[in-house]
């Protein structure tokens, strides 16, 4: 009986340490879309998120749509978010006289992140950005620019994180 009350009681400490609002967003990836590559984002001595890749192919081809899932191992804010893209834009030295309006956009609909949550950017057809948060739609910016630029950040070959950018695309 005792190991029966141990086993029980592992169990519900796990369960309740797992947060049960946390997305997946599992259900959201196309299902002729395979993985590419996959890594975990760390800064300093903080793990920050596990980001996969996707293409239809399996392979990292830029001309091909991707999908990018961000599993999130922190609390962030919406805020942080913005303002780390706007960051990242500047360090890629990207240019656009939307990035105004795209990031204006993004706090209309991006969530405040908790542990277990997850994003996921779906490249459409048409080239624009999904985001969606488990299987929910949380908004879409209509730009092949903003795609393009936003993913750079991860796939770019001058993207701060070279080795979790290798890890993603697959290269060697």
């Given amino acids: 009986m005792r190991k029966f009350m ?4 592992a169990l519900l400490v796990s369960a309740l340490s797992t947060p ?3 997305a997946s967003c599992e259900a959201s990836v196309p299902g002729d879309f395979s993985k590419v590559g996959e890594t975990r984002l760390s800064v300093l001595f903080w793990d920050v998120y596990d980001a996969t890749l996707y293409s ?3 392979e990292y081809e830029k001309n091909e749509r991707q999908a990018l899932k961000l599993n999130y191992l922190r609390d962030i804010d919406a805020d942080d978010l913005i303002e780390t893209t ?3 834009w500047q360090k890629l030295e990207l240019d656009s006289s939307e990035h105004d309006e795209w ?3 993004l706090k209309d609909f991006w969530p405040d992140i908790k542990e ?3 994003l996921l950017l779906l490249e459409t057809k048409d080239g624009y950005a999904e985001f969606y948060q488990g299987e929910e739609l ?3 910016v209509e730009s092949q620019e903003f795609t ?3 993913l750079a950040i991860w796939l770019s070959p001058e993207s701060r994180f070279e080795d979790e950018r290798n890890e993603l695309v697959g290269a060697k």
């Fill in 6 to 9: 141990l086993a029980a009681s």
């Fill in 148 to 150: 393009d630029q936003f």
């Fill in 20 to 22: 049960a609002f946390a």
């Fill in 116 to 118: 277990g949550d997850c």
């Fill in 86 to 88: 706007e960051e990242e």
């Fill in 56 to 58: 239809p192919s399996g």
């Fill in 138 to 140: 949380l908004g879409t």
């Fill in 103 to 105: 990031l204006t956009k």
